[in-house]
C-alpha cells in the first residue's frame, strides 16, 4: 500500500482532477499509523497529515510488535523505518502541520495498542507542532470519525489553499 498511497494514487489524481500540486494525507486506525509514516518518510510530499486514532509508536505496543514481527523479522532496527515514534527522531523536513484525534473511551487506548501520549511526546523532542486531542465519550468507531472530520478537512484545507 505504501508505494500505492505516495505514488500510484497520487499520479492517478493529478490525471484526472485539477489539482495544485500540493497535498495531505489522513487515516484512521491503522490507515492512520500509514498516513503518519507516509508524510514522515516523504519530507515536503505532504502539506499536512492527520489520523483519527492511529496506532502511534507500533514498536511498543502489543499489536505493532505481533505485527512487525510476522512482517519485517525480528530485528528491532528494521522496524523503526515503520514508526512514526522513530522517524520523528531523524526527520529534517519542513513543518508536518500534525493533526491527530483519539477517542478517549476507545477499547484500543485503554488496551495500551494506540499510544498517542508516545506520539506527542516524540513531536515536541523533534520540536514538530502536533495537535493531539483527546474526545471525551467517543471509541474507535464510525460515528467518531463522521463527528470529526469536517475539522481534519479544515486542518488541511488550511494548508493546502
Given at each position: 500500500m505504501y508505494s500505492y498511497v505516495t505514488s500510484e494514487l497520487r499520479q492517478l489524481i493529478d490525471k484526472?482532477?485539477?489539482?495544485?500540486?500540493?497535498?495531505?494525507?489522513?487515516?484512521?486506525?491503522?490507515?492512520?499509523?500509514?498516513?503518519?509514516?507516509?508524510?514522515?518518510?516523504?519530507?515536503g510530499l505532504y502539506s499536512s497529515v492527520s489520523a483519527f486514532s492511529p496506532i502511534c509508536n507500533p514498536m511498543e505496543c502489543p499489536w505493532g510488535q505481533k505485527a512487525f514481527t510476522g512482517y519485517l523479522g525480528s530485528n528491532k532496527d528494521t522496524w523503526k523505518a515503520y514508526d512514526s515514534c522513530q522517524l520523528l527522531k531523524t526527520y529534517s523536513g519542513p513543518a508536518l502541520n500534525i493533526l491527530v484525534d483519539q477517542?478517549?473511551?476507545?477499547?484500543?487506548?485503554?488496551?495500551?495498542?494506540?499510544?498517542?501520549?508516545h506520539l506527542e511526546t516524540a513531536c515536541a523532542t523533534a520540536s514538530q507542532?502536533?495537535?493531539?486531542?483527546?474526545q471525551d465519550g467517543y471509541?474507535?468507531?464510525?460515528?467518531?470519525?463522521?463527528?470529526?472530520?469536517?475539522?481534519?478537512?479544515?486542518?488541511?484545507?488550511?494548508?493546502?489553499?
Amino acid at each position: 500500500m505504501y508505494s500505492y498511497v505516495t505514488s500510484e494514487l497520487r499520479q492517478l489524481i493529478d490525471k484526472y482532477f485539477n489539482t495544485s500540486g500540493k497535498q495531505s494525507i489522513t487515516g484512521h486506525s491503522m490507515g492512520g499509523h500509514g498516513a503518519l509514516i507516509c508524510a514522515l518518510k516523504n519530507p515536503g510530499l505532504y502539506s499536512s497529515v492527520s489520523a483519527f486514532s492511529p496506532i502511534c509508536n507500533p514498536m511498543e505496543c502489543p499489536w505493532g510488535q505481533k505485527a512487525f514481527t510476522g512482517y519485517l523479522g525480528s530485528n528491532k532496527d528494521t522496524w523503526k523505518a515503520y514508526d512514526s515514534c522513530q522517524l520523528l527522531k531523524t526527520y529534517s523536513g519542513p513543518a508536518l502541520n500534525i493533526l491527530v484525534d483519539q477517542g478517549a473511551a476507545d477499547q484500543f487506548l485503554s488496551d495500551g495498542q494506540l499510544l498517542p501520549d508516545h506520539l506527542e511526546t516524540a513531536c515536541a523532542t523533534a520540536s514538530q507542532k502536533a495537535i493531539v486531542r483527546m474526545q471525551d465519550g467517543y471509541d474507535h468507531s464510525y460515528f467518531f470519525i463522521s463527528t470529526f472530520i469536517g475539522d481534519h478537512l479544515h486542518h488541511h484545507a488550511k494548508f493546502l489553499k
